[in-house]
């Protein structure tokens, strides 16, 4: 995503600017080596960024954002044939992007859809930052 322009922010370094890039950049790396323009990708993190980095058509499902008991609840959420959609591929970090508020915002996702992840996917692949996951 090199046309992409992010700052570094001290506020929380590793989840903007050129650790970012780093970060959405590993995950491409590890989809073009392993899929391909017909795989439909979601990922479980604050936001999908590979359908855009990639120039692939985006998977139906999943969140445009994904922040556990802010936009979502262990209770008020979608279901997981609803987040899973029509997803060939899924990509789950080995660190979310806002890594410093992992517990706050992200450990209920992990902990509510990880299961059905389970059910749907297989692990495929392992990049330094990335698990990529195929459907079944």
Do not use: Q
Request: glycine residues 8%; contains cysteine.
């Amino acid at each position: 995503i090199a046309s992409i322009v992010l700052y570094d922010n001290e506020l929380d370094p590793s989840a903007n600017g050129a650790a970012y890039i780093d970060y959405v950049n590993d995950g491409t790396a590890l989809l073009r080596a392993r899929c391909g323009p017909r795989d439909r990708v979601l990922t479980m993190d604050m936001a999908n960024p590979f359908p855009y980095a990639l120039g692939w058509p985006p998977a139906h499902g999943g969140l445009s954002a994904t922040m556990f008991n802010y936009i979502i609840s262990a209770t008020m959420r979608p279901s997981d044939d609803e987040y899973f959609g029509d997803a060939t591929v899924f990509m789950v970090p080995k660190r979310p992007a806002l890594g410093t508020f992992y517990d706050l915002y992200y450990k209920g996702i992990y902990t509510t859809y990880s299961p059905g992840l389970r059910e749907r996917f297989d692990l495929a692949a392992e990049s330094p930052l990335w698990r990529l996951y195929r459907r079944k």
